[in-house]
């Protein structure tokens, strides 16, 4: 079980990590060359309005009064205006955001889903050719940069057979009121196939190769053989008994992994031109706007943070035996 | 200083050579006895093999590619020859660019060894002697030095290297430095575990109770105990290096003026043209795949030599 004092432990580092985070991100940004004040201004800007801009991004203050202001600000969820979209930055992140989890929670759960079957299969098939193959094709697959994966699906089935679209979220005649309707209509799902199948093909070697490993474990406890005594079939064997005690650790995988797969939905997300965190991470890096930059980086710190507390608690929930922090 | 006390001086310091003399035999005994066993395992070999088939390349390439990286190739009218399919002047043809596929794709190797290499040697050399030195004094030296390594993994690699590359500028050097600032953080976990239960060794304590210092112990005593595991995390690590290269050159923030991989999937990508140049796009990723997976084969080979567990599963 979770004990108290673990959990306000690790309640501080997860404040002190995002404090550092944060921190880091500031005099990172402000090292950049030229400083944050040659992306704003342009030379044909007159003198009052260079002033005004100064003076609304509190450039001309001392560096450790920017810093202040700065971190209250981001305590308020206020990461300033974009220079480039000249929207709140707050705003234009928290829909990037859910379009960066709604293409990798989708594979996600597919990946662990198929990958936790799969697994349990080859762990079951040990020590057979079938096994050994199936041990390569996932070793290359996941050996396989994942965006030239993208690039050789969208070559297959966009270039060549002309089925799925390019890239995008959505087709130039949709529209939506909401983001239910958004994420639930056939046209985002159409969109979503090819992201989601690359993603696939990456993501499913982890729990496979998890689920096969325990199950190995698994299979080598006393109450397999009792099972097999009394004459269960295999198959009963496997789902009933095996497999449930061997799957405990691909469920805390599944959100570690979350956490390491964040800062890599860029790459994903650039091949297929998803309107992601990531991607407009790196537009806005591209494009010298800062503010919007720094604000995606900081949420994508966020998340990492929670899915890596979030895994320490479920690893010392789920099994007992095991003390974190000390008793 | 008498004539009596560099006597005694004298001999420990004969002592301790004799020890380093010892030290480097075991090594090179253990080295010999676990090459043999590595060599036994068919993967391993074969990883090996595609490992140093890429290292050749690397070498040789300079000497033997035909044009430029960045040599315009003309038709026999004179026009750019852009986009040509394979044929016998360019074996896997040109680019959008009119540039030689092949002889981007051998120098590209260059990049792709060297950064997977110094990257492994990196993440093995910090994350080992954070692990080490963190695992053998405990307390708050251990404690301070295991909450950065919390800290440090809140930060998104690939965003955080773009941030480096955006204030640094677009360089190898910043990208091996991306590698060598958060991927050791796995390994400093693993390595530090290890040392916690080998430091309560009887002969850590007998080499303490005979008056060895700290550093002798954690290098004579301990740093051996824990070199195949390091060994086993480079091994993975060149891997990591490589695909992350690979992924920043991609996303447009890699060196344009030094062919590598990365790329050249990056102008392929954004010319579009992979939609069609299927030689231009398959042979740098191909080349990924086989490398990454060679290093991980060798490194699967050696956790076979150093956990006989595996071995007896096989």
Known sequence: MVNKRYLVRRLFLMVLSLFTVITVLFFLFRMVPGGPMAAITSPRMNEAARQAVIEQYGLNEPMWKQYLLYMVNVLQLDFGQSFYYGESVSSLVADRFLNTMSLMLTAFVISYTVGTYLGAQLGWLRGTTKERAGMLVV????STPVFWTGMIVLYLFSFQLDLFPLGGMR?????YTTNAEKFLSLDFLYHLVLPVFTLCTFYTGLPLLLMRNNLLEVLSEDYIDTARAKGLTDRRILLRHAARNAILPVVTAFAIAIGFAVGGQVLIETVYSWPGLGREMVKAALRSDYPLAQGAFVLLSIIVITMNFVADLTYSYLDPRVKLGGS | MSGETAQPMDRRETEIEQGWRRFVQNLKR??????????????AVAGLLILVFYLLVAFVSPYVVPYEPYERVYTADGSWAKLQPPSAAHPLGT???????????????????FVGLLGAFMVAVIGTTVGVVAGYYGGWVDEVVMRVVDVLYGLPFIPFVIVLVTVLGASVWNIILGIALLYWLSTARVIRSEVLSLRERPYVEAARAAGASDFRIMSVHILPNVIPLSALYAAIAVGYSIVAQASIAFLGFGDPTIPSWGVMLQRAFVTQAFGTAWWWVIPPGLSITLVVTGAYLVGRGYEEVVNPQLQQGQ
């Open chain 2, 30 to 43: 253990s080295a010999v006895e676990q090459g043999r066993i590595f060599m036994r395992s068919r993967m």
């Open chain 2, 95 to 113: 680019t959008e660019a009119a540039h030689d596929v092949l002889t981007q794709l051998l120098l590209g190797s260059r990049i792709a060894m």
């Open chain 1, 171 to 175: 087709g130039f005649e949709a529209s």
């Open chain 1, 139 to 142: 070793l290359l697959v996941r």
